[in-house]
């Protein structure tokens, strides 16, 4: 018997997984023990973690970074921007600004803690192809103005650092991936533990999109809400060992509810638990807005935004939607 058809929670599915146990066979010669220790790391697979206190908790939550997307009424309502150790899912209908956004943040992660940033790395994970390094690079280019710009209304003498702050540098340090299928996605995320062992300070994983490659060729739903409930696992906790932002770029589908279709969230139900927060992006006539969907710690909330040729910013009176040929 396969683990993944064993009546236990997914929670130790996903960690008997991960470990490399796949059928009921692999751990006919494993102990107790040697399980709960797990092979060969004295990790625990199946107790708990060392407890913590409330305190520690709040505390880590205090004074966590976020990044910023550049739009004021956006990272107001996110509580700050991107929360590093946790997972954000982004939804929306295509030409929304998903990717633009999901750029936007791989370059503002890099902004020096000088300047108020993470000054970190980015992973960026291509399933679509939809990542362009022209527009990569223009957007890094205004970030690095805008810094600059703001260090010197506040004063900052930071000429050491503004050295750094080329537009080059900020390419060298997106660390990028192009998957090809469902297979090679989960390879890719399997990798990250030792990929981010090798490569210091990344503080964002984007993923552009976890849906494209399980939208097609999935006639077992089943078998796909395992595989993507394994990933969500996962990468939550390379967010939590490593403390860093993973962001989920979703697509859209439709769904009937109360008697009509309407758009909602592709992979279903079930992975709209997978993520801590869900932020939906959409159009309201010709302005683009964001509403915070789920959250544990931040309140249902809308805020407008644009995508300008400097990337993200706050919505512009004069904005309008751009029309589809």
């Not at 997914?10 to 059928?23: D, E, F, I, Q, V």
């Amino acid at each position: 018997m396969e683990i993944s058809n064993l009546p236990i929670s997914p929670s130790h599915r996903g960690k008997l997984l991960s470990a490399g146990y796949s059928t009921l066979a692999s751990l006919s010669s494993i102990s107790p023990k040697q399980l709960a220790e797990g092979p060969s790391t004295g990790a625990s697979l199946l107790s708990h973690t060392a407890a913590r206190t409330a305190w520690d908790m709040l505390t880590d939550e205090q004074t966590t970074r976020h990044i910023t997307t550049f739009s004021g009424e956006l990272d107001a309502i996110l509580g700050g921007g991107i929360h590093c150790n946790e997972i954000t899912e982004v939804g929306g209908a295509p030409g929304i600004g998903k990717t633009q956004l999901g750029i936007q943040l791989a370059v503002n992660v890099q902004i020096p803690v000088e300047y108020g940033g993470v000054g970190g790395k980015a992973i960026y994970i291509d399933t679509e192809g939809s990542f362009m390094v022209e527009r990569a690079h223009q957007i890094a280019e205004a970030c690095i103005r805008n810094t600059l710009d703001r260090s010197i209304l506040h004063r900052k003498d930071l000429h050491g650092i503004e050295a750094k702050m080329q537009p080059n540098n900020f390419l060298s340090n997106i660390l990028y991936f192009r998957v090809c299928s469902c297979t090679e996605q989960i390879a890719v995320i399997n990798y990250l533990d030792k990929f981010l062992e090798e490569h210091e300070n990344v503080k964002i994983v984007v993923v552009d999109s976890i849906t494209f490659h399980f939208r097609q060729d999935f006639e077992d739903f089943a078998h796909r809400t395992r595989l993507l409930s394994g990933i969500s696992l996962k990468l939550m906790r390379l967010a939590k060992r490593f403390g860093l932002a993973v962001v989920l770029l979703n697509q859209v589908t439709t769904k009937f509810i109360d008697g009509s279709f309407q758009l909602t969230l592709a992979l279903g139900d079930s992975w709209s638990h997978a993520c801590t927060n869900r932020v939906v992006l959409y159009w309201n006539g010709n302005e683009r807005r964001a509403h915070v969907d789920k959250s544990p710690s931040l309140p249902p909330a809308s805020a407008a935004f644009c995508v300008a040729s400097e990337g993200i910013r706050d919505a512009l009176p004069h904005y309008k939607r751009p029309r589809m040929a």
